[in-house]
């Protein structure tokens, strides 16, 4: 529905300021990666208590480059949660290596820690967790468990900026963290990520893997060498020119968040019988409101219904092991029974921080009708059949 009204799920907010500024790079005759990038790295930096951070044109590329710094090879395992998005582990694969899925905890929809450790084998190189919807990963459990088994950790923080763990936020601590500035993340860049590095050579490395291995040995190109078969993974000053714009409304952006998700809370009909996210006003960024619907009712249906009602809702994420490609690597229906229901009923309502309060009464207002036609929906037809020729 293209009215002027409608609520998609989530929109990026982008200031005029931002829009300037973008219009001065492209004027200044240096559009690709150079001094907007640089700056984007600083205060990213400075940001996660000055550890070293590289700008990349994706966290797909930051994870791909992360898992090449921490030393995984082909046949090594990394172990994963199925529910995410796709990338997570086709960057895996893409690696040569293999993605070891274990279930999700139902509470946190996050990767189960109590169910890592046996998972591990000789061959696991490095766990890979994700903050689904922003909401983190037990840290301290997390890195115990690295630490003891000798793993490294590649936090797929895609969805995490401004979050926090024990009141540090996410990329101040750990082992490799990859943030993502896709349109849809909380802070954006159009496209484009960061990787958190543990250290200036690893920082080094990053670069090269960033943009083709090449590296000046000398002020001048005669002294240029490739020591390696990087990527092309680097930012341009276009895209770093949005996410310094970005930055300055981060707490903003996480605050107003926070509230609108607090209004879900006050509002949203208990009888209705759905799951509604982990209650956390602290740790959690609320990167994505998401409600799983009650066993019965038709996704389909009911994200029609809310989209007549001029309401976009998102579905992330179906769980990855039913896909065809890791059903090939022999996953199969049953495997993860939390992540599989949760990946079957999930919904993303709308959440970004322009949303107004009375967006989030909207949504609100909309959902028992939307949900009385998606449970009608699922009711077998043979049930349906019985109840007409009752009426009849
Ligand atoms: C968005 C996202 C990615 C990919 O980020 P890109 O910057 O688009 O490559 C990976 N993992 C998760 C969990 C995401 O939400």
């Not at 002027?4 to 219009?23: H, Q």
């Not at 700008?55 to 995984?72: C, D, F, K, Q, W």
Request: aromatic letters at 6%; hydrophobic letters at 45%; charged letters at 20%.
């Amino acid at each position: 529905m293209a009215t002027s009204n409608f609520l998609p799920f989530t929109r990026p907010a982008i200031d005029e300021a931002t829009i300037a500024a973008v219009g001065d790079v492209l004027r200044s005759g240096w559009i690709t990666s150079g001094p907007k990038v640089r700056e984007f790295e600083a205060q990213l930096s400075a940001l996660f208590g000055g550890r070293p951070v590289r700008a990349l044109s994706s966290a797909t590329g930051g994870m791909e480059i992360a898992l090449a710094l921490a030393g995984v090879e082909p046949d090594d395992e990394v172990i994963t949660t199925p529910l995410s998005w796709v990338a997570t582990a086709n960057v895996v694969l893409r690696h040569g290596a293999r993605p070891v899925f274990v279930d999700c905890d139902p509470r946190t929809r996050n990767i189960d820690l109590e169910k890592v450790e046996a998972a591990i084998t000789p061959r696991t190189r490095a766990i890979l967790p994700v903050d689904l919807a922003g909401l983190p990963v037990d840290r301290d459990r997390l890195y115990a468990i690295a630490k003891s088994h000798r793993l490294r950790v590649i936090e797929d923080a895609a969805q995490s900026m401004g979050a926090s763990w024990a009141g540090r936020m996410i990329g101040s601590t750990g082992d490799l963290v990859s943030i993502s500035f896709h349109a849809n993340k909380n802070i954006t860049s159009a496209e484009g990520g960061c990787l958190v590095l543990n250290n200036e050579d690893e920082a080094r490395r990053c670069e090269l893997w960033r943009l083709q291995g090449a590296e000046k040995r000398s002020e001048s190109w005669d002294g240029m060498d490739v020591t390696l078969a990087g990527g092309k993974h680097n930012l341009t000053d276009l895209a770093a020119c949005i996410g310094l714009g970005q930055l300055p409304h981060l707490a903003a952006f996480t605050a107003r968040r926070r509230e609108l998700a607090r209004r879900y809370f006050a509002r949203f009909d208990r009888a209705l019988d759905c799951e509604l996210p982990l209650e956390d006003y602290v740790q959690c960024n609320w990167h994505m409101f998401q409600v799983l619907l009650p066993e019965g009712a038709v996704r389909s249906v009911f994200m029609n219904c809310m989209r007549e009602a001029g309401i976009g809702i998102g579905v992330h994420y179906p769980a990855m092991h039913l896909f065809t490609l890791y059903r090939k690597l022999g996953y199969a229906p049953g495997n993860f029974p939390h992540a599989e229901r949760i990946g079957r009923s999930t919904v993303s309502l709308p959440m970004f921080p322009a949303m107004a309060d009375t967006d989030v009464d909207r949504v609100i207002a909309a959902l028992g009708p939307a949900l009385s036609a998606a449970m009608a929906a699922g009711v077998p037809v043979a049930a349906r059949n019985a109840a007409a020729s009752v009426r009849s």
